[in-house]
């Protein structure tokens, strides 16, 4: 019998590399997105359905039609500076369409449900490596988005005992080695791509966010992973929901942090180009360090991340800059 998986937000970076890895374990991966910020071309490996979360008859015809056996949601805004400035846009997106999302798979019979989370659920905490038992205590609109939905789940396993495996993601970076598919955003605000953009002149020199932060050099400390491995996670995750272990909480960070400064010293390395670059000031919503350990998803899920080192990801991430590319 065929397996379908929901997809939703299939047509954007992690969505896509999700898609992939779905297809290549055997499941059909069918696409729910409203091309927002994804990209028809990166819909590769399955069926594509066009909606949106918010147009509940909508979902309702394609959980009717593919009968899924699975939601992974990845469909969600999610730029911190963005939030603190449109919080209603992220309110509205992430926590009302997740909403619709979950009542629709519930009254759908569709009970397994993996949910992309983030590190911003965590919030500013004194310099701590973080693992899934810390306080949640976001300090900005996308980080408490997530957070509220995280609290919906939970709503809807005591109500319809719909299970979720939930990862909360730390900073996502790399692309697909094989280069079918990868980090395509417009408009374009993460540190890897921009940087990568900076060396190559598609724009102007990269704004560092910060120099006064307490760290070692001042600027911000995040735990990169590379999206291979983070989707490899949610298949392992949508393993676990099928052999019901129940509802769980999976950090994906690797332990090691990266200040924004090191982050560009690395790609100056794989690059052998140097990062244009001019200090600015804080960028609203952003916490001094979000560093995870994994040892809850290698230890239960037997996650392996192979790809997660900065060089890797940002050689993997050049690759693709230099060759693939979306159109609309
Ligand atoms: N950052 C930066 N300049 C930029 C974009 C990002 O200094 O133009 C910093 C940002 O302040 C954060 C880190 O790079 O400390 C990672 O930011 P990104 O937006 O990639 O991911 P986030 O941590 O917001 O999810």
Same mark, same amino acid.
């Given at each position: 019998m065929t397996q379908n998986v929901l997809v939703t937000g299939g047509a954007g970076y992690i969505g896509s590399h999700a898609c992939k890895k779905l297809r290549a374990a055997g499941y059909v991966p069918v696409t729910f997105d409203n091309l927002s910020t994804g990209w028809e071309d990166a819909v590769k490996f399955g069926p594509f359905e066009r909606g949106d979360l918010l147009d509940r008859a909508r979902l309702d015809e394609v959980f009717s039609k593919y009968q899924p056996i699975t939601v992974m949601h990845f469909a969600a805004f999610s730029q911190v500076g963005e939030s603190m400035k449109d919080p209603g846009k992220y309110w509205? &997106?992430?926590?009302?369409? +997740?909403?619709?999302?979950?009542?629709?798979?519930?009254?759908?019979?569709?009970?397994?449900?993996?949910?992309?989370? /983030?590190?911003? /659920?965590?919030?500013?905490?004194?310099?701590?490596? =973080?693992?899934?038992? +810390?306080?949640?205590?976001?300090?900005?609109?996308?980080?408490?988005?997530?957070?509220?939905?995280?609290?919906? =789940?939970a709503n809807?396993?005591?109500?319809?005992?719909?299970?979720?495996?939930?990862?909360?993601?730390? &900073?996502?970076?790399?692309?697909?080695?094989?280069?079918?598919?990868?980090?395509?955003?417009?408009?374009? /605000?993460?540190?890897?791509?921009?940087?990568? @953009?900076?060396?190559?002149?598609?724009?102007?020199?990269?704004?560092?966010?910060?120099?006064?932060?307490?760290?070692?050099?001042?600027?911000?400390?995040?735990?990169?992973?590379?999206?291979?491995?983070?989707? @490899?996670?949610?298949?392992?995750? =949508?393993?676990? =929901?099928?052999?019901?272990?129940?509802?769980?909480?999976f950090n994906l960070g690797t332990g090691k942090g990266f200040s924004v400064r090191e982050v560009l010293e690395q790609s100056r390395v794989v690059t052998n180009k140097q990062v244009p670059h001019v200090e600015g000031p804080r960028r609203a919503g952003d916490c001094t360090k979000l560093v995870s350990g994994s040892e809850r998803a290698v230890t239960e899920l037997g996650w392996l991340p192979e790809r997660s080192n900065m060089k890797t990801m940002i050689e993997d991430a050049w690759n693709w800059h230099q060759t693939g590319h979306y159109e609309k």
């Open positions: 509205r &997106n992430n926590v009302i369409g +997740s909403l619709q999302l979950i009542e629709a798979a519930a009254d759908a019979g569709c009970l397994n449900f993996v949910f992309s989370s /983030t590190c911003a /659920t965590y919030g500013d905490q004194d310099n701590i490596v =973080l693992n899934e038992d +810390s306080v949640q205590l976001p300090i900005n609109s996308y980080g408490a988005s997530k957070r509220t939905i995280e609290d919906i =789940l809807f396993e005591q109500s319809h005992s719909l299970k979720s495996v939930i990862f909360r993601y730390f &900073n996502v970076a790399g692309c697909d080695p094989e280069g079918e598919v990868g980090e395509f955003h417009q408009p374009e /605000t993460h540190l890897i791509p921009l940087m990568l @953009d900076a060396i190559t002149e598609k724009r102007d020199a990269l704004t560092i966010f910060g120099t006064d932060y307490d760290t070692p050099d001042g600027t911000c400390i995040r735990d990169y992973v590379h999206v291979c491995d983070l989707v @490899d996670a949610h298949v392992l995750g =949508l393993k676990w =929901l099928e052999n019901d272990k129940g509802s769980r909480v």
